[in-house]
């Protein structure tokens, strides 16, 4: 992984830390590094955001490594925090005991290590080897190879450190203290929801259960093999999506043409969408760029009546949006269904290249998926960062 020296004044360490700013990761995003090290025998420090409050730059499950040489991956605030972190990982890697700290801005000592935004974050800290953690490279296998996995940590009480890999089909270890149904049920919610959180299990308020969930990538269909499908194929490759390229056409629909696409598909889009509708999750976003009647009413007709889609979109022009909405509504389709179609696709940015274009899609798709308007932040009021809603 590529990454920037960071100048050690910044850190507040010696010019000996080697920091790798990775831009601030999920475990998912350092796993690679980690892994190498517990290959090798050597042991690591993870720290994990657990929980937020107020406005921070980094959501639950943003991750840092410290490796054994001492070196730094990632971030976890952006750099408001890391310095302190990074202290505490060293600890951890000597004593080999977890910990749960916290920080947040301090009015009264400005200077006190804190979040200079104004918000709080909850970062657990522990030690990552073959002896702490033998199950990783089984969890590792997994998550590359794009199937479920959650790992449940516990952070507090007598059970502290403590973890089990869970899957669909059940968890790998036992916990203890007969939690292990209890955190098997919500393992699996927290996959279903595509998002980690954290649990104080009823009868157990003295224990804190992080969830660091590992869904399969979300799927980005894109219907239509034009220019504006490799621009958006590379943005969506970007923001994680599993990105699908369909189009009946099979001159157009060529893996050489979009080479950083997933899959290219050579079929009529409304029969692969049908054919495909049980592999969809409530994190799938359809784009349909052909703008030809022909290929969008039918794959429209399919896509609207899917209520599991986060978000589906169109595009055309103002008057083959508003010809396209009547022919769907003599399909049959519900206003409820036809509300759910964006159409003309994307934000009003003032798009006009296929680049443009395809970040106009995704940042309405990130709006939508974030529950958030769109518009300017200048003059606006309450948090810039928060919590996405669940799915």
Same mark, same amino acid.
């Given at each position: 992984m590529v990454g920037l020296e960071q100048d050690p004044s910044v850190n507040c360490h010696n010019g000996d830390t080697k920091w790798i700013d990775c831009g601030g990761e999920s475990m998912r995003e350092v796993l690679g590094e980690l892994y190498g090290w517990w290959e090798r025998g050597e042991s690591a420090v993870l720290a994990s955001v657990v929980a937020t409050s107020s406005s921070t730059p980094r959501s639950s499950g943003a991750a840092m490594l410290v490796g054994p040489g001492g070196e730094a991956i990632g971030s976890i605030s952006? $750099? @408001?925090?890391?310095?302190?972190?990074?202290? *505490?990982?060293?600890?951890?890697?000597?004593? &080999?005991?977890?910990?749960?700290? #916290?920080? &947040?801005?301090?009015?009264?000592?400005?200077?006190?290590?804190?979040?200079? @935004?104004?918000?709080?974050?909850?970062?657990?800290?522990? %030690?990552?080897?073959?002896?702490?953690?033998?199950?990783?490279?089984?969890?590792a296998a997994d998550i590359d190879a794009g199937r479920p996995v959650c790992?449940?940590?516990?952070?507090? $009480?007598?059970?502290?450190?403590?973890?089990?890999?869970?899957?669909?089909?059940?968890? @790998?270890?036992? /916990?203890?203290? &007969?939690?292990?149904?209890? %955190?098997?049920?919500? *393992? !699996?919610? +927290?996959?279903a929801a595509g998002r980690p959180g954290t649990l104080t299990p009823d009868g157990r308020p003295d224990v804190t259960v992080f969830f660091e969930s590992f869904?399969?990538?979300?799927? +980005? %269909?894109?219907?239509?093999?034009?220019?504006?499908?490799?621009?958006?194929? #590379?943005? $969506?490759?970007?923001?994680?999506?599993?990105?699908?390229? @369909?189009?009946?056409?099979?001159?157009?629909?060529?893996?050489?043409?979009?080479?950083?696409?997933?899959?290219?598909?050579?079929?009529?889009?409304h029969r692969y969408l049908a054919m495909e509708a049980s592999h969809l999750d409530a994190r799938s976003v359809v784009c349909?760029?052909?703008?030809?009647?022909?290929?969008? /009413?039918?794959?429209?007709?399919?896509?609207?009546?899917?209520? #599991?889609? *986060?978000?589906?979109?169109?595009?055309?022009?103002?008057?083959?949006?508003?010809?396209? !909405?009547?022919?769907l509504s003599k399909e049959g389709l519900t206003p409820t269904e036809i509300d759910r179609l964006s159409t003309p696709i994307g934000l009003d940015l003032g798009s006009s290249s296929p680049e443009e274009t395809a970040i106009s899609i995704a940042a309405e798709i990130i709006a939508?998926?974030?529950?958030?308007?769109? &518009?300017?932040?200048?003059?606006?009021?309450?948090?810039?960062?928060?919590e996405r809603p669940a799915p």
């Open positions: 952006g $750099g @408001c925090v890391e310095g302190a972190v990074y202290d *505490a990982a060293l600890e951890v890697m000597t004593s &080999g005991e977890p910990r749960l700290e #916290q920080y &947040g801005f301090n009015n009264e000592n400005f200077f006190a290590v804190g979040l200079a @935004c104004g918000g709080s974050v909850e970062v657990f800290i522990r %030690l990552v080897n073959r002896a702490s953690f033998p199950d990783l490279a089984s969890m790992v449940a940590t516990v952070m507090s $009480g007598d059970l502290a450190g403590r973890h089990s890999v869970i899957r669909p089909t059940g968890a @790998c270890r036992s /916990i203890g203290g &007969g939690l292990d149904d209890t %955190l098997t049920a919500e *393992a !699996l919610r +927290m996959l869904p399969p990538p979300p799927r +980005m %269909l894109i219907f239509g093999a034009v220019d504006f499908a490799a621009a958006l194929a #590379q943005t $969506g490759k970007f923001l994680g999506y599993r990105v699908t390229i @369909c189009d009946a056409r099979a001159i157009f629909a060529t893996p050489a043409r979009f080479p950083v696409a997933d899959e290219v598909v050579v079929d009529w889009p349909v760029l052909t703008h030809d009647e022909k290929f969008d /009413i039918p794959l429209l007709n399919v896509a609207l009546r899917l209520p #599991q889609l *986060a978000y589906i979109g169109a595009m055309g022009s103002r008057r083959t949006a508003a010809d396209r !909405l009547t022919q939508i998926r974030s529950g958030r308007s769109a &518009g300017r932040l200048t003059g606006g009021t309450g948090p810039i960062h928060r």
